[in-house]
Each structure stands twice: as structure tokens, then as C-alpha cells.
């Protein structure tokens, strides 16, 4: 498990998924290193879904969303994911950002939005 005071990632294995949890506000290897973390998870155990939990969650910096769109995205396309869930409330400030991720990330994987796993 990666357990830091900026994110949790963690595998369950009943759920054959990665989880990752942003605690609060991070940015550069803070924010990059769980991310780090869970593709060595996605290599060792091959699960088949991503599960983000949005309830503390925070607006990306510029360069951390490019370095996701451009470093960890396309790992997670060659990968064995298949599904990406979001874990985000109807009221969540984050809904338009992550209606956006879902858009964007839909080519690739099936996505949903749920309230609660």
C-alpha cells in the first residue's frame, strides 16, 4: 500500500482493483508518485479496474493533468484496465472536471460514476 499525508493506493484483491484516494491538495511528485505506485500494482497484480475516490479530491495543477494525459494514461491504456470508476457525489465542485475525465477517458475504458462502492 502507498499511504502518504497527499493519497492511499492500495489493490483489492476481491475487486481485482487498483484504489487511489487523494487526501488533500498535492501537486509534482506528490501527486505523481501515487499514480507511480499504482501502475507497479497494475503490472504485478493485472487488475481490471481503477477506482477513484473524488470526496477529498482537488483541481489538478496544469502540469500534473499533462503529465497524466501524457505519461500515465497511455500506460493504463496498454494495461489490463478495462474499467475506471469514480467515486464523486452529485454536488461534488469536481463534477464538471470529472464529467470531463469520463468523456475523455470513455475511448479508452468504460466509465462510471457512482456514489459509493
Known sequence: MYDSPYSRVTY??????????????????????????????????????????TTHGFENEEADTVWLLEEFVPKMIDSSIEKIIFIIKDDSPLMNEILGQKEALGVFFEVELVESI
Not at 17 to 42: H, M, S, T, V
Open 12 to 53: 483489492i484483491k476481491s475487486k481485482n482493483a487498483i484504489f487511489f484516494e487523494p487526501k488533500q491538495f498535492c501537486k509534482g511528485d506528490d501527486y505523481r508518485n501515487p499514480f507511480r505506485y499504482g501502475a507497479e500494482l497494475i503490472e504485478k497484480y493485472h487488475p481490471t479496474t481503477w477506482i477513484t475516490d
